[in-house]
């Protein structure tokens, strides 16, 4: 009896150490994007609060900025320079290039879509929005270096009005842009 007590033991030890293992290796997995945010991220427009099932991606970065939402339009008023809106958390894959699209228009073209990390210390990259009568298709290339998650900030300087109508973020190669912050046309 006492040998066929040891032999559980010995195999639950066995099973644990395998689980272990398997978890150790496959952790790294766990921070990828995912399948359904590899390809591309689509920012919706609601600020500081979901609509029912649907949660919200932007959140107020300024208590002194004026932000509307107008069915899939977002508007934002800047009453002060700096920063109106912080996006979520965006996961994305170290090490790789993205595009960064926007459809935007700025009234006096002091805007633009800052990309940082997800701590909001190091900035990555750069979308300026011109100032436009009607909103423009913009796009940039982002390197996203060692980092996994980034978060955009909408910028712009004081009594400038910022439209929006679209922000992604897609997934161009899984290897570093040539340029950190090169700019194509639309």
């Known amino acids: 009896m006492r040998w066929a007590a040891g032999l559980e033991w010995r195999a ?6 395998l689980t272990w ?9 766990a921070e990828e994007p995912g399948t359904s945010e590899r390809n591309g991220i689509v920012l919706n427009m609601l600020v500081d609060r979901g ?29 002060e320079d700096g920063y109106l809106l912080v996006s979520r958390p965006l996961p994305t894959f170290a090490s790789s290039c993205y595009g960064l699209t926007a459809a935007a228009r700025s009234r006096i073209g002091s805007a633009s879509i800052v990309v940082f990390d997800d ?4 900035r990555i990259g ?3 929005i011109p100032e436009s009568a009607k909103p423009e298709l913009l796009e940039a290339r982002i390197s996203t270096g060692p980092y996994r ?8 300087s004081s009594s400038d009005v910022v439209q929006i109508r679209l922000v992604e973020l897609k997934l161009l190669a899984r290897s570093p842009c040539s340029s950190l912050s090169a700019f194509w046309a639309s």
């Open 119 to 122: 701590d909001l210390a190091m």
């Open 51 to 79: 609509d029912g099932p649907r949660p919200n991606d932007w959140y107020s970065a300024s208590p002194t900025a004026s932000v509307h939402v107008y069915g899939e339009e977002l508007r934002a008023e800047s009453l």
């Open 21 to 29: 293992s398997v978890g150790a290796i496959l952790l790294p997995l």
């Open 126 to 128: 750069e979308l300026a």
């Open 149 to 156: 998650r980034l978060s955009l900030l909408l910028t712009a």
């Open 12 to 17: 639950f030890a066995v099973v644990l150490a």
